[in-house]
């Protein structure tokens, strides 16, 4: 069965509601539930587009230009990983993988390899649908943040983040991050050796305030460690995470 499909709006037009302009591939072999989250998507006003496996999702996502990508981990053709590899290489996008394994190995490669967020089966189709949503309105922020952006570098040590080009650097070395774990390091950089909870980063990074995410936030301090040097951030254990910055911290200059 072939699960590549359009989406058709009632009338011709698309339906004015909140997700109406946007398209959304979703990428799953599965077609109980590929069609489960189209259904879903459509009723909020997504247009949605289907591919069953890796080499149909590449094409429809370089003919199609979706705005987010819900892609499985595991796809005939090639799996999610690469399709992520290859629809990044073409034009930056969200993506929210499904992975059917709670795997912090398999989440954290995902992470590596473009990836904004997660969700590991069976998921709730509610939680879907608010992560999709949440996604997208980090994108927009960040289009408006990147028209009028705030100027300067911070430097803690060998650590510099530029915020007007979105560029990280240890020891002069670019270091390149997704735009996640930039707004993550970020939002732990704006307070520099202040603990913020796992909940407290969900809401700033995420804007998602259900405590069921707080495994993402784990995840992603993970990944963000592996490539800026994991003692540059601090686990206080029952709490959450703190930025480590030389005594006094600098500002941004």
Not at 68 to 95: H, I, N, S, T
Not at 125 to 153: D, F, N, Q, W
Not at 172 to 195: I, M, W, Y
């Amino acid at each position: 069965m072939d699960h590549r499909n359009t989406t058709q709006t009632h009338g011709g037009a698309a339906a004015a509601t909140p997700g109406a302009q946007r398209r959304v591939l979703v990428v799953e072999d599965d077609p109980t539930i590929t069609e489960a989250v189209a259904v879903r998507l459509r009723a909020e006003g997504f247009q949605v587009r289907t591919a069953g496996d890796g080499p149909a999702a590449v094409e429809t996502a370089e003919v199609w230009q979706p705005d987010l990508l819900v892609l499985d981990v595991m796809l005939p053709g090639f799996d999610g990983l690469e399709v992520c590899r290859r629809v990044q290489a073409q034009r930056p996008l969200p993506v929210l993988m499904l992975t059917a394994r709670d795997d912090e190995t398999d989440m954290l490669v995902g992470l590596g390899v473009g990836a904004d967020d997660y969700m590991t089966k069976p998921f709730s189709m509610r939680e879907l649908v608010a992560r999709v949503h949440v996604l997208l309105r980090r994108v927009e922020r960040a289009t408006i943040a990147a028209a009028a952006p705030r100027s300067g570098t911070l430097r803690l040590g060998e650590l510099e983040i530029d915020h007007a080009q979105r560029r990280v650097r240890v020891g002069g070395k670019d270091v390149h991050l997704t735009p996640t774990e930039f707004d993550l390091l970020v939002c732990l950089a704006n307070s520099p050796r202040a603990v913020l909870s796992r909940e407290q980063l969900l809401a700033e990074v995420w804007d998602w305030a259900d405590a069921s995410g707080t495994r993402t936030v784990d995840s992603h301090i993970k990944a963000l460690r592996r490539k800026i040097g994991a003692e540059r951030i601090r686990t206080v254990h029952g709490v959450g995470y703190a930025l480590e910055a030389p005594a006094p911290a600098s500002d941004w200059a």
